[in-house]
């Protein structure tokens, strides 16, 4: 149900933000899906195709000999959705069942036609991210 997808929606981060009808949107364009504990849920090297958004549950990102662990609220593979041919280097492995919403690719077009707010709250999104990525691995040296 829609509305049940837009109040999971307002609990990310990088969507808090919209407006109602940005929120609708998306939620109309997401789809739910399951993964249950140990279920690889992005393998390295292949093409990203579409954002996960964990809604209930834990997942680890495994890149090389680092681990970034996500819970719900949290957004997978959103580089996919901004950049061509994108290729994933990390494995992203569900450590407990989890549940969330899944936007596609062209879906993401699609929404970003129609109301470009959208990628705006999510440039500022992996904008932080990055500067988070960048402490992390700056302070491991």
Not at 14 to 27: P, Q, V
Not at 31 to 55: C, H, K, R, W, Y
Request: charged share 20%.
């Amino acid at each position: 149900m829609v509305a049940d997808k837009i109040s999971q929606l307002r609990e990310v981060p990088i969507f808090s933000t919209l407006h109602e009808d940005a929120l609708w949107h998306l939620a109309e364009s997401a789809s739910d899906f399951d993964a249950a504990a140990g279920q690889v849920l992005i393998q390295p090297n292949e093409p990203g195709n579409g954002m996960l958004i964990l809604t209930s549950g834990h997942a680890t990102v495994e890149l090389g000999t680092r681990t970034i662990d996500c819970g719900a609220g949290e957004c997978i593979g959103e580089l996919s959705l901004l950049v061509d041919g994108l290729v994933h280097t990390a494995r992203v492995r569900a450590t407990s069942d989890v549940a969330g919403l899944a936007v596609s690719r062209g879906d993401f077009d699609r929404l970003i036609d129609s109301d470009p707010r959208i990628a705006l709250a999510m440039l500022r999104a992996l904008a932080l991210r990055l500067v988070a990525t960048d402490h992390l691995l700056t302070s491991a040296r």
